[in-house]
């Protein structure tokens, strides 16, 4: 099957699984997923199905990738805060709904790939940082929308809460248990943040530790 026809048949199968936001699918099919898979996985590239990638991490699926931006209700003049870069997937498709990106990743390796697929793309309106993402980008705050790629606990940081702005939206995985995990989206509003669960998920923890320079596999 040719890439055209498996890039379709993504697109498809995230129209039948609830993703009605069209620009949310143009910028799925605009973004070559293969550039942000190891070589071994390039026969799934365009499958809708998390892949490995370096460090123990994973590029995520592309439903989930997808549904996560979907509940985000961006706009093209916000900024986005997410946190865990990983392969710069997730960040290269919120990069083409919105003013600009800053993301924060934790592993020395994985920020290295990522900004190396950003140049390699010409995506722009990027910012990266290696760091701990608990604590958030207090000098670029507040942000409008912020992006949460792993499990924040029972409660989201409250670093992160604090920089979002007033009329800003979360989307964020908690939950302490990893078979009892759910997507939430939180809202700040002037007397304080309302959460609407969403859907239940599986994500790795979100750690608070420093940042890790380990040497890539």
């Not at 293969?34 to 390039?42: L, Y």
């Not at 190396?116 to 942000?143: E, S, V, Y």
């Amino acid at each position: 099957m040719s890439t055209d026809a498996r890039k379709i048949r993504l697109l498809m199968a995230l129209r039948g699984a609830g993703v009605s936001d069209t620009s949310i699918l143009g910028a799925i099919e605009r973004i070559p997923r293969d550039v942000f898979v190891p070589d071994a996985f390039q026969d799934h590239a365009w499958d809708d199905m998390a892949l490995p990638i370096d460090c123990g991490q994973t590029i995520s699926q592309p439903l989930i990738v997808a549904l996560m931006t979907q509940a985000l209700e961006l706009h093209p003049r916000h900024l986005v805060l997410e946190i865990g870069t990983g392969s710069g997937y997730q960040a290269a498709v919120l990069a083409q709904l919105c003013r600009r990106v800053f993301t924060i990743e934790r592993l020395r390796p994985l920020l290295n790939e990522a900004e190396r697929r950003f140049r390699l793309l010409n995506i722009g309106n990027i910012t990266t940082r290696l760091g701990d993402g608990t604590r958030g980008w207090p000098q670029q705050a507040p942000f409008s929308r912020v992006l949460v790629t792993a499990a924040g606990g029972q409660e989201p940081p409250k670093d992160l809460t604090d920089q979002l702005a007033v009329g800003g939206v979360m989307v964020i995985p908690l939950g302490g248990d990893y078979r009892e995990q759910t997507m939430v989206r939180l809202r700040r509003t002037d007397s304080g943040i309302l959460r609407e669960d969403l859907w239940p998920v599986r994500f790795v923890p979100l750690l608070s530790d420093p940042p890790q320079q380990v040497r890539s596999a």
